[in-house]
């Protein structure tokens, strides 16, 4: 009997040539499905434990590019404006508070779509929740093209700011392909190559407006032409990840809940254990002083240079533009550091690096905005980039293990609080405020510093916080236990459960490699199957 379409027979993306660089997961206590025929070797949860990022290999590898390329597309079209503001101004007769409140809008539609991005990815799939959004919002992006007045710029900003909830689908769909120990690597390395398009839509946008004006169009009219290339990238990813994409290792989200395979989960249940778990919410605050920060730097920061400096517009966008692209290699660090200090120290290193690096990151945004002289300026908005967005890199290295039965949720919980802190930041210092640009951002690196304190309160019993050891009361101090505990009787007599189950056995990692017990714990028997 064939097995080709049974789950966890995909043999796609196997070939000699198969590229060799990878991160590797190789300790013993992360046991390998033997029996399941991928062309990565996989966890019981069919999890791939090793991260080649020249592959193409299906369904791990494939699902990897297709979520980077899909949030790089879209913070592409949502910054696509900042780097032509000094022409847009001038055209629709744009104020400073117009500007300042464009910019707000254009990271405040998120907050509400990141929070229905984790609920849609946690009951249709992140395959669904990420393409029919990306191409519900390349209408908006062609409208950039007709818009006349203030009010129709900041309304249009704000739709096509909707879209940067594909951040949600991007970090969910990489913790449902990939091992807890080289999580961080994988998600710092999937959302910084999509946050990179901050950074390359500082440069494509003045390239295109640049071409456009050379063929012989006015000034006025080649910004607004420009649109229609992000508006294209829209459309075209929107189809690529619907027929490529793959929700699960084993396939679809419903295939496999018209299999039986994988139980449909109700709403209020999987909402529940999300907000009543205290952690959701620092990491709300904490990723807000992160992703936040980088994305109010990203509205802020060519026409800053611009102004300050008395920079040429394509001069002020290679400057701006390259906070963003740091994302290329910062954002990954930040997770690779994650994940090496977990090795080493468990979940409490993972905290270590959390809180250092997001402290470091406020301190140079201070430096940023105390500086006087260019050269000084670059150099500290480079090192305030690298700490910001290595930040980010490690928050995503944790989230995964706050919850197994609401990781959607808290996810977009999270990418909304990064929203939300980029909205008040630009409220606070740079739209309705008397201070300088420069000094508002001086203020922001303050308010950073101080905000990344709360990260000191998150403690898990089975593995301890930065100053406490795990619990010592042999019940609650397990994995099964804290992950079990999202269950009630009723539905663990149902066996709902198990794929918590298998989860807890592949989270003992997080115990790290001065744990007694993690060095001597066997990995339990579970099934292949999920």
Known sequence: MSRENSPGSSMHGVSAKEQTFAFSVTSSNVPTDDTAKFSLPVDSEHKAKVFRVFSLANPHMLTFHLSWLSFFTTFISTFAAAPLVPIIRDNLNLTKSDIGNASIASVSGSIFSRLVMGAACDLLGPRYACAFLIMLTAPSVFCMAL??????????????????????????????????????????????????????????????????????????????????????????????????????????????????????DKFNKVLWYAVTNYRSWIFVLLYGMSLGVELTTDNILAEYFFDRFNLKLHTAGIIAASFGLANIFARPMGGLLSDMTARRFGMRGRLWSLYILQTLGGIFCICLGRATNLTLSILSMFLFSLGAQAACGATFGIIPFISRRSLGVISGLTGAGGNFGSGLTQVLFFTNSNYSTATGITLMGVMIVACTVPVMAVHFPQWGSMFLAASKNEKISSEEYYYGSEWNEEEKQKGLHETSLKFAENSRSERGRGSVEYESAAPTSTSAQV
């Not at 390359?200 to 032409?225: E, S, V």
């Open 147 to 264: 818009v006349s007045s203030a009010g129709g710029y900041i309304v249009v900003r704000f739709m096509i700011g909707f879209s940067l909830a594909t951040f949600v689908s991007c970090q969910y769909w990489m913790s449902s392909m990939f091992n807890g120990k080289i999580i961080g690597l994988v998600n710092g390395t999937a959302a910084g190559w999509g946050n990179m398009g901050g950074g390359a839509t500082q440069l494509l946008m003045p390239f295109l407006y640049d071409i456009i004006r050379k063929a012989g169009a006015t000034p006025f009219t080649a910004w607004r032409i420009a649109f229609f290339i992000p508006g294209f990238m829209h459309v075209f990813m929107g189809i690529v990840v619907l027929t490529l994409g793959q929700d699960l290792p084993d396939g679809n989200l419903g295939d496999l809940q018209k299999k039986g395979d994988v139980h449909k």
